[in-house]
């Protein structure tokens, strides 16, 4: 049996029965309620944080990417 794991966006989200679906994102997203899904769990704990988030929507060839900050255990 192979495994898959699919992306969607949210606000094109077409639920089914034959698949989980997980919401991963900090924030609930606007204009969505919440009963209108059918989602098997919200994941907001591995979601990026808000700092990696602008990070990425920021980010140029001349910053290094944070890691000490996010990969040290």
């Known amino acids: 049996m192979k495994h898959a794991i699919d992306i ?5 989200h077409a639920g089914d029965d034959e ?7 900090r924030l609930w997203p606007r ?11 919200w994941l907001k704990d591995v979601a990026p ?7 990425f929507r920021v980010s140029d060839s001349a910053r290094p ?6 990969f040290d255990a």
Do not use: C, T
């Open 8 to 12: 969607q966006r949210i606000y094109g």
């Open 19 to 25: 698949h989980v679906h997980f919401l991963v994102d």
């Open 31 to 41: 204009g969505i309620k919440k009963d209108s899904l059918s989602l098997d769990g």
């Open 49 to 55: 944080s808000n700092e990696l988030r602008d990070w």
């Open 65 to 70: 990417f944070p890691s000490a900050e996010y």
